[in-house]
């Protein structure tokens, strides 16, 4: 217990912030590589900035499917998916002072893509372990999906051209951060490890609530400053497109790496919140086609139901 106290605690809830930051750092060099290669908002939201903010998941679960731990790594993509769908949106919109627009085909058809990749973890419920098939399947719907949004065409009318000298500096710095942020998610993977075995707790939870919100930070700070901007096809691309990329990319590589076995009671209990803010999200992006501060509101309470539930608070409804 004094391990956790003097030594693991400290480390992840450092890791995690400088994590915040430098990936807001790695953001404002995408965007800058975004102006140059012209993409559409949605396309930059998806197929960049979702992919950037999805990097801590990444490298967190790329790291404990190498060492054995599949519960730590399916817990970490499944609980990033709820919070990005729930309270990252949720206090996106009550930050941003904005009431989101979901309007357009483009919209409703990340949400289609998000309900199906959704359904996937079901089959690791089914098998109990991640394998390489499961992960190549995963890896060729990422990059259909990706290939289907990118031809979405439009660019971002606000954006100014970028000088070459700035899009190879913006490329530079983009390598390096990235390489940073793969070191602190090792020291991520060790401290959430030996704070599950010092309280008994599953790896599986601690995957799905400290550092699949801590991950998640990343998305927050996007999205907010796109909903600012009133870039709505680029926050949605990015928040929708981020929860793709975890099960579809991530999952994907972390079942190419690990044969480990998952705790099977654990990924049920946190699929039934996947699901249900999948269709929440469904729901208005089709009839509401609106997020107000009423709605933001009902997705921060799914999240806090689910972290309670997590942490073993049953409620009585």
């Not at 399916?74 to 627009?101: D, E, M, P, R």
């Not at 990422?142 to 000298?165: A, D, H, M, N």
């Not at 998610?185 to 995957?207: E, H, N, P, Q, R």
């Not at 400290?210 to 709505?232: C, M, W, Y």
Request: charged letters at 10%.
């Amino acid at each position: 217990m004094r391990t956790l106290i003097y030594y693991s605690v400290p480390i992840l809830a450092f890791s995690l912030v400088v994590i915040g930051l430098l990936s807001d750092r790695i953001i404002r060099y995408v965007l800058v590589i975004s102006k140059g290669l012209g993409l559409s908002d949605m396309a930059a939201g998806f197929v960049l900035l979702s992919v950037v903010t999805s990097l801590p998941e990444l490298s967190v679960s790329a790291f404990a499917a190498i060492s054995g731990e599949g519960g730590l790594a399916v817990g970490n993509v499944l609980g990033s998916n709820v919070a990005n769908l729930t309270v990252i949106i949720g206090l996106a919109v009550f930050f941003s002072k904005t009431i989101v627009s979901l309007k357009g085909e483009s919209q409703k058809e990340l949400v289609q893509f998000l309900f199906i990749s959704s359904i996937i973890p079901l089959f690791i419920v089914q098998r109990g372990t991640l394998s390489p098939v499961l992960g190549l399947v995963l890896l060729i719907l990422f990059g259909y999906f990706s290939f289907v949004v990118s031809r979405k065409t439009g660019r971002i009318e606000s954006l100014e051209k970028v000088k070459k000298g700035d899009f190879a500096l913006a490329g530079l710095k983009f390598t390096v951060s990235i390489i940073l942020l793969i070191l602190l998610s090792k020291f991520v993977v060790d401290s959430a490890i030996d704070i599950a075995d010092s309280f008994g707790l599953s790896a599986s939870i601690i995957g799905a609530t400290v550092i699949g919100l801590g991950t998640s930070l990343p998305e927050l700070a996007t999205t907010i400053q796109a909903l600012r901007q009133r870039l709505f096809g680029m926050a949605l691309g990015n928040i929708f497109g981020s929860c793709i990329t975890n099960v579809t990319l991530i999952l994907g590589v972390s079942s190419l790496l690990s044969f480990s076995e998952v705790n099977v009671l654990a990924v049920e209990n946190i699929m039934f919140y996947v699901l249900l803010s999948s269709l929440t999200m469904w729901y208005l992006v089709s009839a509401s086609e609106h997020i107000n501060k009423k709605a933001a509101s009902v997705l921060c309470s799914i999240y806090i139901l689910f972290v309670l539930q997590q942490i073993g608070v049953h409620l009585l409804f």
